[in-house]
């Protein structure tokens, strides 16, 4: 009975495939950076649709000011790794200035243009006027 049983426990787990897809457009890992708003280097980023540029991820880092409350944060590096040059930012979208890819201001997706990889965004945490942008 217990060899009955082995031989099952081992079918199963031989059955079980992964199907977790890991995103290999960004390898990197960013040190979480903390942030005062009430900097007055941050004072465009306090009203909404304001943006400021960040030292940090692998780039440079936009934060952007969704709603007056919640932020967004992205990487300017361009996501198909073909392109030296920082994407720009225009107020709507993120433009990759060697293929002309353009990327959203809401999730970062793709709007126009060829690239596998959408913009890489981090995690944004607001706690009073202290900011911390993460992986």
Do not use: H, W
Request: glycine share 6%; with cysteine; aromatic share 8%.
């Amino acid at each position: 009975m217990l060899k009955i049983y082995c031989v099952c426990l081992l079918s199963l787990l031989m059955s079980c495939t992964d199907t977790f897809q890991e995103n290999t457009c960004f390898q990197n890992f960013l040190t979480p950076i903390n942030l005062d708003l009430n900097n007055p280097q941050l004072n465009n980023v306090l009203v909404p649709a304001g943006y400021v540029f960040i030292n940090g991820g692998i780039s440079q880092i936009l934060l952007y000011n969704e709603n007056g409350s919640s932020f967004k944060a992205f990487d300017t590096r361009c996501p198909n790794n073909d392109c030296a040059t920082q994407m720009t930012f225009n107020g709507l979208t993120l433009k990759c200035p060697c293929d002309e890819s353009e990327y959203s201001r809401l999730d970062g997706s793709l709007q126009r243009g060829n690239s596998a990889c959408p913009a890489r965004e981090y995690t944004v945490t607001k706690n009073g006027s202290a900011i911390r942008i993460s992986d």
